[in-house]
């Protein structure tokens, strides 16, 4: 072949290249293929549509709430918030009439009030359009969240709702408008960024203690076999046999992206996903529901790379035999955290603040501190919140004191007109994960960008902080 022949050849070919990379190809679907990544459609805001970044609502003396959804989660929350000051429970509702009597007897254990009960699928409207109920708490299967919540906000409530808040991007898109629109607070109710040695982890990192963090890793690995017949109608099973991706990913999620200042100041930028095949799940599909496909693989891994360079990775098994864990770890550039399998931290000199290493104590760049510099640190380090709250915490409990720090917090923020601790943004970033995750892993772990849900205020504040009167 002639070289000037080749040359055009050569030529051609990076051409053809070029345009396939930087081309933008719709798919058909709700995002297109652009320069090389896939990039989901992004509403613009509607005109009179403010953002929600800092709200803060009117406070609300007495916290008068109504929960939707009182199967194995709904009761605990029931429960909690009779340990709460200056909270009514006006309003239990389920599609079973039995769960709701169970709460009903809670209440009147705890002396407290009756609750108007409501029963059946649409029985939560009605619950939604009283006058005199404030927050509307969501503990429902995962593809009951949005409607309810999106009918609760617009019908004057704030809304708390369980993880992950909603399955799909579009549905993140509908609880940042909807919430945008009719000022209402829309929190997840993510209650392992309330652990203690989370908290405590994230106290440090804004003290320093890591340096800059550079990874962070968190999963959510439970193998749920003892549990697949407990859930109302079997929906998380059929859920995971129609989705792919990582489903339930914002317990191992919302911890790590607060340490890393998510939507304050840094923002989740692209992520690719690998998946393995599905054994486990598909074994028990099979036999629970006679089905010869299975969607969700047994292990899910994902990376998310941030706008300031770091990477996130979390994983999602909920069908192998293995000891549960959330992972949790963060690696800085001057220090290290892990909660899984083991509580340890690498510390590097200089980096704890005066007076909290132990007499003598020497630090090991490459090994896990001692238990005693360990000990020091998780004490010199405790959150402020955990200060105030944790005996109580630890005496409600629910998963070990977390939750009721959660619930603590929301009726604080409330009762004090303050901005929550999670917002909208927290919620869509940290759930919409299932649906980036899954498409990334039907197209050979291509890359997709993060909706920024912000609309480009995602700088507008700087750190996160939880409020106090
Ligand atoms: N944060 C945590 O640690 C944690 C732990 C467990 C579960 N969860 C979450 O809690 C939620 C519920 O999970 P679960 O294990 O209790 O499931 P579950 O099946 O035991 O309970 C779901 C309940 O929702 C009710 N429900 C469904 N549709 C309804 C409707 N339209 N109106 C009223 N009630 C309705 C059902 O009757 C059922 O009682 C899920 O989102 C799950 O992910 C969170």
Redesign the pocket.
């Given at each position: 072949m002639k070289k000037t022949n080749l040359f055009k050849i050569i030529v051609a070919f990076f051409a053809v290249v070029m345009f396939v990379a930087c081309a933008d190809v719709p798919s058909g679907e709700n995002y297109r293929f652009k320069d090389g990544m896939i990039v989901f459609d992004e509403p613009s805001r509607v005109a009179g549509q403010e953002s929600m970044l800092g709200f803060a609502a009117e406070p609300i003396h007495t916290v008068r709430v109504g929960f939707?959804?009182?199967?194995?989660?709904?009761p605990g929350a029931v429960n909690r918030f009779t340990h709460i000051e200056g909270v009514e429970i006006k309003g239990l509702?389920?599609?079973?009439q039995n769960?709701v009597t169970k709460c009903q007897t809670m209440l009147e254990r705890a002396s407290k009030p009756k609750a108007e009960e409501y029963v059946?699928?649409?029985?939560?409207k009605e619950l939604c359009e009283r006058e005199d109920v404030d927050l509307i708490y969501i503990?429902?299967?995962?593809v009951?969240?949005v409607p309810?919540a999106v009918y609760a906000m617009e019908h004057g409530k704030h809304v708390a709702i369980?993880?992950?808040a909603a399955t799909s991007v579009e549905e993140c898109w509908q609880l940042v408008d909807t919430s945008e629109r009719t000022r209402r607070h829309c929190m997840m109710?993510?209650?392992?960024v309330y652990d203690f040695f989370e908290l405590t982890c994230l106290n440090m990192a804004q003290q320093g203690v890591f340096g800059e963090i550079l990874h962070a890793e968190g999963a959510y690995i439970h193998n749920l076999e003892p549990y697949w017949n407990?859930?109302?109608?079997n929906?998380?099973l059929d859920f995971n046999q129609k989705h792919r991706g990582d489903v339930?990913a914002t317990?191992g999620f919302g911890p790590v992206c607060q340490a890393l200042n998510i939507h304050r100041g840094n923002r989740l930028t692209y992520l690719v996903c690998m998946d393995t095949k599905s054994v486990n799940g598909l074994e028990i599909a099979k036999s629970k529901m006679g089905v010869d496909e299975f969607a969700n693989a047994d292990h899910t891994t994902t990376l998310v790379k941030t706008e300031l360079g770091q990477t996130i990775e979390i994983q999602h098994n909920v069908y192998t035999p293995r000891p549960k864990t959330r992972l949790y770890q963060l690696t800085g550039t001057k220090g290290f955290a892990n909660k899984y399998p083991v509580q340890g931290f690498t510390f590097t000199d200089g980096m704890l603040k005066d007076g909290v290493l132990p007499e003598g104590a020497r630090l090991n760049p490459h090994g896990f501190a001692s238990d005693e510099v360990k000990n020091a640190a998780l004490a010199a380090y405790k959150h402020p919140i955990h200060q105030e709250i944790e005996e109580k915490a630890k005496q409600v409990g629910g998963?070990g004191g977390m939750?009721f720090v959660m619930d603590y917090r929301l009726v604080y923020c409330l009762q004090n007109g303050l901005p929550l601790d999670q917002d909208v943004y927290d919620a869509a970033e940290w759930s919409c994960i299932g649906e980036l995750s899954a498409t990334s892993a039907k197209h050979n772990s291509m890359p997709v960008a993060v909706p920024d849900f912000t609309r480009g205020d995602w700088n507008k504040l700087q750190g996160l902080k939880f409020h106090t009167k």
């Open positions: 939707i959804g009182l199967g194995m989660r709904g509702c389920d599609l079973e769960n059946g699928p649409e029985a939560y503990a429902t299967d995962w009951n969240h309810i369980e993880v992950p109710l993510e209650n392992c407990s859930y109302h109608g929906w998380r339930y317990h998963h939750d």
